[in-house]
């Protein structure tokens, strides 16, 4: 299989240098392994090595993620630009919200999407309070609604950020 036109694609996928050998594949399975998983904790890792990187915070299971570029904030995870744009892209299937913007018309379709969310998890939480829901379902509601509350701010000031230069 390594020999392969489909096994060099795969490797030059994820490989920050674009590198297509056995060798590249070596240098990034582990990574591959931590952040593809069944399951939300491969991106929670992908999102907690962010933070560790310096590229955000994550206070009260909140994660504020922001980067110059994606370029170099894919070299600096030590993986291919287009890796690094699936899996923020990922993150948002989980809840996780990406408030990088690259240009200001992009950034203004991402605050409407994430104002709309926003919208909606305010009724959902109005809708279990009024409900009678349990304290623990209130606060994880709570901690969505404060979610989109962050990442709707971010987006502004990332959106004034590309507008200015």
Request: charged fraction near 30%.
């Amino acid at each position: 299989m390594t020999g392969t036109d489909d096994f060099r694609e795969y490797v030059k996928y994820f490989d920050q240098w674009g590198e297509d050998t056995v060798a590249a594949y070596e240098r990034n399975i582990s990574k591959m392994e931590r952040y593809l998983t069944e399951d939300y904790q491969g991106i929670k890792n992908f999102y907690d090595d962010l933070v560790a990187k310096g590229f955000g915070t994550h206070e009260n299971g909140v994660y504020n993620i922001a980067y110059p570029d994606s370029e170099a904030a894919a070299k600096a995870m030590g993986m291919s630009e287009e890796w690094f744009l699936d899996m923020t892209r990922r993150g948002e299937d989980y809840g996780f919200v990406n408030d990088y913007v690259e240009t200001e018309l992009d950034g203004r379709m991402k605050l409407q999407d994430v104002m709309q969310k926003q919208i909606d998890a305010q009724l959902h939480l109005n809708e279990l309070i009024r409900e009678g829901a349990p304290e623990d379902v209130i606060t994880d509601a709570q901690q969505v609604l404060d979610t989109y509350k962050n990442s709707a701010k971010n987006l502004a000031e990332n959106i004034k950020d590309v507008t200015v230069h």
